[in-house]
């Protein structure tokens, strides 16, 4: 079992930036992937960032790609995602999730930040 709790949302204006957390407890959080989505309003839930067990490898939405940052650090059980350049395209609800059985088959997912960004 994982448990995956995220924060760091909140209300930012476009241009403007936002790092969000996912800490993690439960599983040895180096031993799988951790992965970023999002769910905007009326949308489906889509595909953000991911990153392998040890960081050396990532992943990007091409909506997103130079803009955000995957990252994580082991010691803290904590995986992040730094996102700059906002826009209000951005505004969705932010879930983490982890790949504890296969590689980037996310089974464990938290309950989700909201992140909104106004014009």
């Known amino acids: 079992q994982v448990q995956l709790v995220e924060s760091g949302g909140g209300l930012v204006q476009a241009g403007g930036s936002l790092r969000l957390s996912c800490a993690a407890s439960?599983?040895?959080?180096?031993?799988?992937?951790m992965g970023w989505f999002r769910q905007a309003p009326g949308k489906e839930r889509e595909f953000v960032a991911r990153?392998?067990?040890?960081?050396?490898?990532?992943y990007y939405a091409d909506s997103v790609k130079g803009r955000f940052t995957i990252s994580r650090d082991n010691a803290k059980n904590t995986v992040y995602l730094q996102m700059n350049s906002l826009k209000p395209e951005d505004t969705a609800v932010y879930y983490c999730?982890?790949?504890?059985?296969?590689?980037?088959?996310?089974?464990?997912w938290g309950q989700g930040t909201q992140v909104t960004v106004s014009s």
């Open positions: 999730a982890a790949a504890t059985s296969r590689e980037y088959e996310f089974d464990y």
């Open positions: 990153i392998n067990w040890s960081g050396g490898r990532t």
């Open positions: 439960g599983r040895t959080f180096s031993s799988y992937a």
